[in-house]
């Protein structure tokens, strides 16, 4: 399992009230930021954090 030294980690929190957009967030800045290869849908349940 890959190693996470304590100061590379960054804890990030996306607060709102349901269905507020957070789960849509987190995917777009996921995949700006190239942590991953393709944006999922929340309609087709292929988010990362849902
Ligand atoms: N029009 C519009 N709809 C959005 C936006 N962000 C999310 N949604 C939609 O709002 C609904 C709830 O979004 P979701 O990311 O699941 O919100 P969460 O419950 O806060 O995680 C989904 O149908 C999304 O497609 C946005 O910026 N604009
Ligand atoms: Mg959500």
Known sequence: ???????????????????????SLAEALLFKAGAIQRQGAVIEGTTTSD
């Open 1 to 23: 399992m890959k190693e996470y030294p304590p100061d590379k980690i960054r804890n990030v929190a996306i607060i709102g009230s349901g269905s507020s957009g957070k789960t």
